[in-house]
């Protein structure tokens, strides 16, 4: 890989980068925040010359962590793609946030991606999201590496980090997470620690100097080799214990020295079938330099071991009608299947889609036909419409360069797709198609809101329909009982980052309110009531007098509406009314304003007049029974309860358990789940776990996840519902 000084099998023959889909490497860069990803990022640009100094490209402005919002909060909080080209190989990297609650533009990059480069900071460690997301990229077999950054800091030790890496990401092989390269020491500074300007190859054995700010390759001193001598024959051995050469190991035993330019090609084999991880050091260029430590060792390894698109293969696809449909991998003579991973805007150009083309070429002007299905629970329509694209480009930074095609294993910017939406299919108008769509957590966090004045008003459901076209990780719901506009977020940045779009980019101030959860009321027992609606003031009247009697009913009852009437007192054609007016207000609530349920309301008596008796009176007189027969009566509120199965590390059970009693949750049990990990369900209020993802994530230190569902309403306890009570009638 970096070995070979980029010389690595068949890149003498290939074509320019991004002319067929072997020439394209398509890599997700992922890792906890404040890790470096963004800064590797721009240390590669910088070596492969696609900028001119760190970070800039060469007409100004940077590559990576570009908008206003990542200015401002210092940190990446969208997928950035950066493009650069190394030894005939175009490399598409792709830069996530690290931060948990931009996890969906981490999935989006990892469906776009065909590796990924796990960064862990030698100062840090390895964290539990990373180890989640590193089990994630292990159960779909994607290839991957890891790079070890900030070897500048004070107690940063490159060989106990690497133990740390293959004990995370080992699992029951840590032989497959070795090391490529050793760091070399400069002399010791005043405060007592020794720079790394050096790597040395473990196969080769050859010193790769960067302390000029370039890197120059020389034949390490004798007494080096011993220093290496262990870590060489570890390295040696992971190889050829992964070698599809079964014979090789019994030569290696026997004593046969193994070609170095053999052990690479297997080595590079073995990584592009995601069987062995690598480890790397990287460092960005100092001031002045051309290169950064590692990185040109880095792009061998993703130009020479890392897999091509044709090797990953095609995410499910089918027809609109869900039948199967074969396809050949990554084939630009093919139908066209392109996924679009991320949507966003431009004041000056509008909606520009990044899309990662499966299958076909994709050309400038083309009519092509968006599919978007399964994300209705979200906001999201189903729909299916033929639109014409505009120009298509390849993004560096702000700039977005003109490309007149794309061809399959390749992501390019699409402009002016007014429907298409992130996770939507792009397919020929004459062949639709339709891609299954990535796994994407629930958003559990509700930020209700409401439009700051009436100019905001007329903006808000424009302005929020953009937002979550952009964003399927957010969830976009008008409730009905509560009339709130609500939206769920993953956390508190994510719902931080959706209001400031709201306002920079769709210019919609809009205030947080207190989110209400959907109560509902019912009688506590029997009462009755009677309902008296007499007037006379001139012409027809209206008169309509009906007695009724209330009963509770078990949970999930609704409402039961039975006619006893004898005798006639209420003619038939207007008892239906009476049923409409009780159901009327029922709805409208009798005590608090929510909703009455699981009641039985009997008629069982009342009065016409045969002229001044209407449909309009008696659903009058019944819902003023009802509310007689409330007043008279104890009113319970019903609090909606939810299922909540919690994915925790054995070692936070104990206290997730206790945070959810006293949640007056029901721990209704546990199982043991893989990876030493157990899921805990329980049944908790649902006023209780607004805020629940953000402490389970402090809880749990970033390593849990839970899902919840609703499942019914059962009574309040009479304190609760009394601050309840309060707190409405203060509001």
Not at 90 to 97: A, E, M, R, V
Request: a negative charge.
């Amino acid at each position: 890989m970096g070995d070979k000084a980029h010389t690595h099998p068949g890149a003498a023959g290939r074509a320019r980068a991004a002319d067929r889909p072997t020439s394209v490497r398509n890599v997700v860069l992922v890792g906890p925040s404040g890790s470096g990803k963004t800064t590797l990022v721009e240390a590669l640009a910088l070596t492969a010359g696609a900028v001119n100094r760190a970070g800039r490209v060469e007409d100004g402005g940077t590559v990576s962590d570009y908008d206003a919002i990542e200015h401002r909060q210092q940190r990446s909080v969208q997928l950035s793609l950066v493009p650069v080209e190394w030894d005939g190989i175009k490399i598409n990297l792709l830069d996530t946030p690290g931060y948990a609650d931009f996890v969906g533009e981490l999935r989006a990059g990892l469906r776009a991606a065909d590796a990924a480069l796990f960064v862990v900071s030698a100062s840090d460690g390895v964290d539990g999201s990373t180890r989640m997301v590193w089990d994630e990229c292990a159960a779909v077999g994607m290839p991957r590496a890891i790079v070890v950054t900030h070897l500048e800091a004070a107690r940063a030790d490159f060989t106990e980090m690497t133990r740390v890496c293959a004990e995370a990401f080992g699992g029951d092989d840590p032989d497959a997470v070795l090391p490529l390269y050793l760091p070399l020491h400069g002399p010791e500074g005043p405060d007592g620690h020794a720079p790394v300007t050096g790597l040395i190859g473990l196969l080769t054995q050859k010193l790769f100097d960067y302390s000029s700010g370039e890197r120059e390759e020389h034949e390490p001193d004798p007494d080096r080799l011993p220093l290496i001598e262990e870590a060489r024959a570890r390295l040696i051995e992971g190889i050829i214990a992964e070698s599809e050469d079964e014979t090789l190991m019994d030569r290696y035993l026997g004593g046969e020295p193994c070609d170095v330019e053999t052990l690479i090609e297997d080595l590079e084999k073995a990584v592009a079938r995601g069987a062995f991880f690598p480890v790397l050091a990287a460092a960005p260029a100092a001031e002045g330099a051309r290169r950064g430590l590692g990185t040109v060792e880095l792009l061998g390894l993703i130009t020479g071991g890392f897999p091509t698109p044709p090797e990953h293969g095609t995410p499910q696809v089918t027809s609109i009608d869900g039948t199967p449909r074969e396809l050949d991998p990554c084939d630009p003579d093919a139908p066209l299947v392109a996924e679009v991973v991320k949507t966003s805007s431009d004041p000056y150009v509008g909606r520009i889609s990044l899309v990662r083309l499966f299958s076909g070429t994709l050309r400038a002007d083309q009519t092509v036909h968006v599919s978007g299905h399964g994300l209705a629970d979200r906001g999201h329509e189903d729909h299916d419409v033929d639109e014409r694209i505009g120009a298509l480009s390849t993004p560096f930074g702000k700039q977005q360069r003109p490309v007149s095609h794309v061809i399959a294993g390749d992501l390019a910017c699409v402009a002016k797709l007014g429907r298409a939406e992130t996770g939507d299919t792009l397919s020929a108008k004459d062949d639709p198609l339709l891609m299954e769509p990535w796994e994407m957590p629930d958003p559990l966090l509700p930020l209700a809101i409401r439009a700051h004045s009436k100019p905001d008003e007329d903006k808000l459901s424009q302005g929020l329909a953009r937002l979550v076209a952009e964003d399927p990780t957010m969830r976009l719901e008008h409730n009905q009982d509560t009339h709130q506009v609500v939206l769920w977020c993953l956390g508190e940045a994510h719902a931080d980052v959706a209001l400031e779009r709201l306002r920079s980019r769709y210019g919609v101030q809009v205030d947080v309110v207190a989110h209400r959860v959907p109560l509902r009321e019912t009688f506590d027992g029997r009462a009755s009531g009677r309902g008296r609606h007499v007037k006379q003031s001139g012409g027809h009247g209206q008169f309509a007098i009906c007695e009724i009697d209330v009963e509770p009913l078990p949970g999930g009852s609704g409402i039961e509406f039975v006619d006893r009437v004898v005798g006639g007192a209420v003619p038939r054609q207007f008892i239906p009314s009476v049923e409409k007016g009780v159901r009327s207000q029922a709805a409208k609530g009798v005590a608090a304003g929510h909703p009455l349920i699981d009641v039985r309301v009997t008629l069982r008596d009342g009065k016409a007049h045969s002229v001044d008796s209407s449909d309009a009176a008696f659903q009058t007189a019944g819902a003023l029974a009802l509310r007689e027969a409330a007043a008279d009566a104890r009113i319970n509120l019903l609090e909606p309860v939810a299922a909540v199965s919690v994915l925790v590390g054995d070692d936070y059970v104990g206290p997730v358990m206790s945070d959810l009693s006293g949640r007056r949750g029901r721990v209704l049990g546990t199982e043991q789940s893989a990876g030493g990990r157990t899921l805990v369900r329980a049944e908790v209020p649902e006023i209780e776990i607004g805020r629940y993802s953000i402490d389970l994530r402090a809880l749990s230190h970033g390593t849990a996840r839970f899902s919840r569902r609703y499942v019914r309403h059962e009574p309040m306890p009479a304190q609760v519902a009394e601050r309840v009570r309060e707190e409405t009638v203060g509001s």
